[in-house]
């Protein structure tokens, strides 16, 4: 047995911090300044005593020098109580202690080194390290959180094998969990037990978890396909493992595709999950034991609507998918986030495609891609996908690392093709395994399966910005010989700190279409110069050209196709995201142009290519080849970022009514089309999670709130039918989203029986918040203030915090944009108050600003006002590097 040795009760604290330069600006990590960690870690062993207030942690590394120079450990927040060298306690002299660091200068080339620090997980609010949620100890250390437990090389490139005891008081926590495998538990004295944990692949330290505290337990198993029985465990909070059903289902799927997919089996002999209510981001890998954000985990039809259990799918699978991308391979260093974040990212939403229909997967993913991610990369935050500088890491977590990340991937595969792409995958899991490699490493393969020069490919990793491909169709004479001509160009605008933009590899997918379908097949044109021609046959009839199918690359695209071609593609596109997609930008252009026009202070002219809108939408409508989500997702209109973006700058109000006036105006030319689809929609029977079932309670969803955009009394009485009716989440907040939006006497009092029902379910509660944030509260801020002080209002709980504060700077368009200024000061009040807790998720939050160069100029100065007042309160470093990237030099 590993048993470590108690024997530091009596040990004086000894912690003597030097003085820090406080006045320095912070200095950025960079890319450049990359060098090995001069000392091999075999192996490390820890352990630790857990109490609340007082965590006793003491290490055992194996150390084998690899260069020269001192060994510096980082560690943060933590007492040391001594330090010792093969069994030898160190005279304080012997090292140095900074607000960051623990350097030996002097050690030997191979030693064993004993460390004993000292932290307090109750007062850890930053949820970084160790801490206490709900009662119960986790932990979370990606990125930089392991050296709040003890003095460690906090970096991805150090490997090393981890066995830890964990010893707690067995009564307060009867479930003690680390990662890999139980070697070994037992009671000892005092009433407290143990357990000692070994995992038998080196990994680096982010991916540590440690667990402890009173759970209840959903068990499953599943057969990998060398017919390994892996028992698979979900811990939750006592009495919520029937809410645990669908994530154990989704992770089963997981394993199974993942086999198929990519040939990735699970290596250990036990896989588990946990949830905690109190998290900083939405689920973490750690090695054999994921923690999850609760929210992301917990689910039944009472408390979770459709999206909430499509979620849970995605990241129970995108956590599992990391095992093989982020565990087995992980990054040299932060800069490579990408490599495991986007793809894994693309691994998850694959197995969303092939678990709930391919072409609703797409438009869904790229409708986020373009709501966040092309928001950042056209704003003050842009960066490249894989990063050269950085103050903090865990401001790196973006839409641009995991989605555009994402969409590269994809990119190689369309570029090279499924069976290439496959085995440039395989190269890489059996090239790199078990190592820490770069962007450059896992391109490589994909060049080695290939033969291509993967080198122009490279520039979409350095380059930010978003490029804009615009297409034209060139007239030719009408000679049945001469072909006829297609030109691509290519422009990437400047972002902060890159004025100067190569051209890049572009794959586009194109095709000709005519009134009764495709006049040819599919092409690829990979683009790699800014402008290029292609020819193609004449046809002797009209057509059209369906551009950039499965949008096959992260760009703009700016087409010449006139209303009568977008109307031919609605009906006849074979490509469903790009039939989608010209609905999409026919709506987009209506929207752009009743936005400028209500800034201006004009009602738009009713537009003639309205009539023609329509009718193209009634006709999927009424097509029964289509399935409900792929009807609902015509019926949605592009998002008010889309539309803000395109119209900038403009006053957001605008932009807001547009959305409204469209609302009404397809409610008005589809009323009876609409009102069928509802009815026919409304009887689903009983309640299953599957994408079928969810798809007709979005497409019901969808017809309801258009009716009601109408502010037609009937979608009133429908809305409180709905409303009375419900038996499952996404009816029952659809329903009440709706009546909030047609406001009336039905509002306050469905509002308080909603709080009432649900006020001891804290993921419903959430839901409650982030409706009353988007509400048009006819007191303005005054609500939302008041709601931030009800006594269930808990501002160091993130997930509470983002569902008001988020829910409004997101999501309530009329107050967060209110020309007083109050909206942006409350919010500006909200983030440095969530600062002074937890500095990571209060610098996530302030990316709500991050569009104010797209607003009208009064608003402009009002957010410039507040981005100065929170710089000026010296805030955390991640604050203050958001909000100085935001406000620009
Ligand atoms: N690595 C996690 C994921 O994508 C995200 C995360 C980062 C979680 C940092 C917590 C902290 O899957
Ligand atoms: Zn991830």
Same mark, same amino acid.
């Given at each position: 047995?590993?048993?470590?040795?108690?024997?530091?009760?009596?040990?004086?604290?000894? &912690?003597?911090?030097?003085?820090?330069?406080?006045?320095?600006?912070?200095?950025?990590?960079?890319?450049?300044?990359?060098?090995?960690?001069?000392?091999?870690?075999?192996?490390?062993?820890?352990?630790?005593?857990?109490?609340?207030?007082?965590?006793?942690?003491?290490?055992?590394?194996?150390?084998?020098?690899?260069?020269?120079?001192?060994?510096?450990?980082?560690?943060?927040?933590?007492?040391?109580?001594?330090?010792?060298?093969?069994?030898?306690?160190?005279?304080?002299?012997?090292?140095?202690?900074?607000?960051?660091?623990?350097?030996?200068? !002097?050690?030997?080339?191979?030693?064993?080194?004993?460390?004993?620090?000292?932290?307090?997980?109750?007062?850890? /609010?930053?949820?970084?390290?160790?801490?206490?949620?709900?009662?119960?100890?986790?932990?979370?250390?990606?990125?930089?959180?392991?050296?709040?437990?003890?003095?460690?090389?906090?970096?991805?490139?150090?490997?090393?094998?981890?066995?830890?005891?964990?010893?707690?008081?067995? *009564?307060?926590?009867?479930?003690?969990?680390?990662? %890999?495998?139980?070697?070994?538990?037992?009671?000892?004295? %005092?009433?407290?037990?143990?357990?000692?944990?070994? !995992?038998?692949?080196?990994?680096?330290?982010?991916?540590?978890? +440690?667990?402890?505290?009173?759970?209840?337990?959903?068990?499953?198993?599943?057969?990998?396909?060398?017919?390994?029985?892996?028992?698979?465990?979900?811990?939750?909070?006592?009495?919520?493992?029937?809410?645990?059903?669908?994530?154990?289902?989704?992770?089963?799927?997981? $394993?199974?595709?993942?086999?198929?997919?990519?040939?990735?089996?699970?290596?250990?002999?036990?896989?588990?999950?946990?949830?905690?209510?109190?998290?900083?981001?939405?689920?973490?890998?750690?090695?054999?034991?994921?923690?999850?954000?609760?929210?992301?985990?917990?689910?039944?039809?009472?408390?979770?609507?459709?999206?909430?259990?499509?979620?849970?799918?995605?990241?129970? *699978?995108?956590?599992?998918?990391?095992?093989?991308?982020?565990?087995?391979?992980?990054?040299?260093? @932060? #800069?490579?986030?990408?490599?495991?974040?986007?793809?894994?990212?693309?691994?998850?939403?694959?197995?969303?495609?092939?678990?709930?229909?391919?072409?609703?997967?797409?438009?869904?993913?790229?409708?986020?891609?373009?709501?966040?991610?092309?928001?950042?990369?056209?704003?003050?935050?842009?960066?490249?996908?894989?990063?050269?500088?950085?103050?903090?890491?865990?401001?790196?977590?973006?839409?641009?690392?995991?989605?555009?990340?994402?969409?590269?991937?994809?990119?190689?595969? &369309?570029?090279?093709?499924?069976?290439?792409?496959?085995?440039?995958?395989?190269?890489?899991?059996?090239?790199?395994?078990? &190592?820490?490699?770069?962007?450059?490493?896992?391109?490589?393969?994909?060049?080695?399966?290939?033969?291509?020069?993967?080198?122009?490919?490279?520039?979409?990793?350095?380059?930010?910005?978003?490029?804009?491909?615009?297409?034209?169709?060139?007239?030719?004479?009408?000679?049945?010989?001469?072909?006829?001509?297609?030109?691509?160009?290519? $422009?990437?605008?400047?972002?902060?700190?890159?004025?100067?933009?190569?051209?890049?590899?572009?794959?586009?997918?194109?095709?000709?279409?005519?009134?009764? %379908?495709?006049?040819?097949?599919?092409?690829? =044109?990979?683009?790699?110069?800014?402008?290029?021609?292609?020819?193609?046959?004449?046809?002797?009839?009209?057509?059209?050209?369906?551009? $950039?199918?499965?949008?096959?690359?992260?760009?703009?695209?700016?087409?010449?196709? /006139?209303?009568?071609?977008?109307?031919?593609?609605?009906?006849?596109?074979?490509?469903?995201?790009?039939?989608?997609?010209?609905?999409?930008?026919?709506?987009?252009?209506?929207?752009?142009?009743?936005?400028?026009?209500?800034?201006?202070? =004009?009602?738009?002219?009713?537009?003639?290519?309205?009539?023609?809108?329509?009718?193209?939408?009634?006709? /999927?409508?009424?097509?029964?080849?289509?399935?409900?989500?792929?009807?609902?997702?015509?019926?949605?209109?592009? &998002?008010?970022?889309?539309?803000?973006?395109?119209?900038?700058?403009?006053?957001?109000?605008?932009?807001?009514?547009?959305?409204? @006036?469209? *609302?009404?105006?397809?409610?008005?030319?589809?009323?009876?089309?609409?009102?069928?689809?509802?009815?026919?929609?409304?009887?689903?029977?009983?309640?299953?999670?599957?994408?079928?079932?969810?798809?007709?309670?979005?497409?019901?969803?969808?017809?309801?709130?258009? +009716?009601?955009?109408?502010?037609?009394?009937?979608?009133?009485?429908?809305?409180?039918?709905?409303?009375?009716?419900?038996?499952?989440?996404?009816?029952?907040?659809?329903?009440?989203?709706?009546?909030?939006?047609?406001?009336?006497?039905?509002?306050?009092?469905?509002?308080?029986?909603?709080?009432?029902?649900?006020?001891?379910?804290?993921?419903?509660?959430?839901?409650?918040?982030?409706?009353?944030?988007?509400?048009?509260?006819?007191?303005?801020?005054?609500?939302?203030?008041?709601?931030?002080? =009800?006594?269930?209002?808990?501002?160091?709980?993130?997930?509470?915090?983002?569902?008001?504060?988020?829910?409004?700077?997101?999501?309530?368009?009329? +107050?967060?944009?209110?020309?007083?200024?109050?909206?942006?000061?409350?919010?500006?009040?909200?983030?440095?108050? $969530?600062?002074?807790?937890?500095?990571?998720?209060?610098?996530?939050? +302030? %990316?709500? #600003?991050?569009? @104010?160069?797209?607003?009208?100029?009064?608003?402009?100065?009002?957010?410039?006002?507040?981005?100065?007042?929170?710089?000026?309160?010296?805030?955390?470093?991640?604050?203050?590097?958001?909000?100085?990237?935001?406000?620009?030099?």
């Amino acid at each position: 047995a590993i048993i470590f040795a108690h024997n530091i009760a009596a040990s004086p604290i000894l &912690t003597h911090i030097l003085p820090m330069k406080t006045d320095a600006a912070p200095k950025p990590t960079r890319l450049e300044d990359y060098t090995p960690f001069n000392f091999d870690l075999s192996e490390s062993r820890f352990d630790f005593r857990l109490d609340p207030r007082q965590t006793t942690v003491r290490s055992l590394l194996s150390l084998t020098r690899t260069a020269p120079g001192p060994l510096v450990l980082d560690g943060e927040n933590i007492d040391l109580v001594s330090v010792e060298i093969d069994g030898r306690l160190l005279k304080r002299t012997a090292y140095r202690v900074t607000q960051t660091q623990l350097i030996l200068d !002097d050690v030997p080339d191979q030693f064993a080194l004993n460390i004993t620090t000292r932290c307090d997980p109750s007062a850890n /609010t930053t949820l970084m390290g160790l801490y206490v949620s709900g009662g119960r100890f986790c932990t979370q250390c990606e990125a930089e959180g392991f050296r709040r437990i003890t003095y460690y090389p906090d970096r991805p490139d150090v490997m090393s094998e981890f066995t830890v005891l964990i010893d707690a008081d067995k *009564a307060a926590y009867p479930t003690l969990l680390a990662n %890999g495998n139980m070697i070994e538990a037992g009671d000892i004295d %005092g009433g407290r037990h143990y357990a000692i944990w070994h !995992d038998p692949f080196p990994k680096p330290c982010y991916l540590f978890a +440690l667990v402890a505290g009173e759970f209840d337990r959903l068990d499953d198993s599943f057969i990998t396909m060398n017919g390994r029985t892996i028992p698979l465990e979900i811990y939750v909070d006592p009495g919520d493992a029937p809410k645990a059903a669908y994530a154990m289902d989704s992770l089963k799927r997981s $394993m199974a595709w993942d086999e198929r997919a990519f040939g990735r089996e699970y290596d250990l002999d036990r896989f588990m999950i946990v949830a905690v209510r109190d998290f900083n981001f939405g689920a973490m890998e750690n090695k054999g034991l994921n923690i999850f954000n609760s929210s992301l985990l917990l689910a039944d039809a009472q408390t979770a609507t459709d999206l909430n259990f499509e979620r849970i799918e995605s990241v129970v *699978a995108h956590e599992y998918f990391h095992n093989w991308t982020g565990n087995r391979i992980t990054c040299r260093d @932060w #800069f490579q986030l990408c490599l495991k974040e986007g793809f894994t990212v693309f691994r998850d939403q694959e197995f969303s495609a092939d678990q709930r229909g391919a072409a609703v997967q797409r438009i869904k993913d790229v409708r986020a891609l373009r709501a966040r991610q092309f928001a950042e990369d056209n704003g003050p935050l842009a960066h490249p996908v894989r990063p050269t500088e950085y103050l903090k890491i865990d401001n790196f977590y973006t839409a641009t690392i995991y989605e555009k990340g994402a969409e590269l991937i994809r990119m190689l595969k &369309t570029w090279l093709g499924d069976a290439t792409f496959r085995k440039g995958c395989d190269i890489y899991f059996d090239r790199l395994d078990g &190592t820490a490699a770069t962007v450059e490493q896992f391109i490589a393969c994909f060049e080695a399966a290939s033969g291509e020069d993967m080198h122009p490919f490279m520039q979409w990793y350095h380059q930010a910005g978003t490029p804009r491909l615009t297409v034209e169709r060139h007239q030719t004479p009408t000679s049945p010989v001469i072909s006829q001509v297609v030109s691509f160009s290519q $422009m990437t605008p400047p972002t902060p700190g890159q004025a100067d933009k190569a051209p890049l590899m572009i794959p586009i997918r194109w095709q000709a279409i005519g009134d009764d %379908g495709p006049l040819m097949d599919p092409q690829l =044109t990979v683009m790699t110069t800014d402008t290029q021609t292609v020819s193609y046959p004449r046809f002797d009839v009209p057509h059209s050209l369906s551009i $950039m199918q499965g949008f096959s690359a992260p760009a703009i695209l700016r087409s010449d196709a /006139t209303t009568e071609d977008l109307i031919r593609l609605m009906g006849q596109d074979p490509d469903a995201f790009n039939r989608w997609e010209a609905g999409q930008t026919l709506a987009r252009r209506l929207l752009v142009d009743c936005a400028r026009a209500l800034e201006s202070g =004009t009602m738009p002219e009713p537009d003639p290519a309205l009539g023609a809108f329509f009718g193209a939408l009634g006709k /999927t409508l009424r097509d029964d080849s289509f399935d409900d989500a792929f009807k609902a997702l015509v019926l949605t209109q592009p &998002t008010g970022m889309e539309v803000l973006m395109a119209a900038a700058p403009i006053d957001p109000i605008a932009v807001s009514e547009a959305g409204d @006036w469209l *609302a009404r105006a397809v409610a008005d030319g589809l009323r009876n089309d609409l009102l069928q689809t509802y009815a026919a929609m409304k009887d689903s029977g009983p309640f299953s999670p599957d994408a079928a079932s969810a798809g007709r309670r979005a497409l019901k969803g969808r017809c309801l709130s258009l +009716l009601a955009a109408r502010f037609d009394p009937l979608a009133a009485s429908l809305a409180a039918q709905q409303l009375d009716d419900a038996t499952n989440m996404t009816d029952e907040i659809g329903a009440l989203i709706t009546l909030s939006r047609l406001g009336g006497q039905r509002v306050e009092s469905s509002m308080e029986s909603f709080f009432e029902k649900w006020k001891d379910q804290p993921l419903v509660l959430d839901k409650y918040y982030s409706v009353q944030a988007m509400r048009h509260h006819a007191d303005g801020i005054h609500a939302i203030i008041r709601l931030a002080e =009800t006594p269930t209002y808990e501002r160091s709980n993130p997930n509470r915090v983002r569902a008001l504060v988020g829910g409004f700077a997101m999501g309530n368009v009329r +107050l967060f944009h209110r020309l007083d200024g109050s909206g942006y000061r409350f919010f500006a009040d909200q983030v440095l108050d $969530m600062d002074g807790r937890n500095p990571s998720v209060a610098a996530r939050l +302030l %990316g709500a #600003f991050e569009i @104010w160069r797209k607003l009208d100029a009064k608003r402009q100065q009002l957010i410039r006002d507040q981005l100065d007042r929170i710089i000026a309160t010296r805030p955390s470093k991640n604050v203050l590097e958001i909000a100085q990237r935001m406000r620009g030099a």
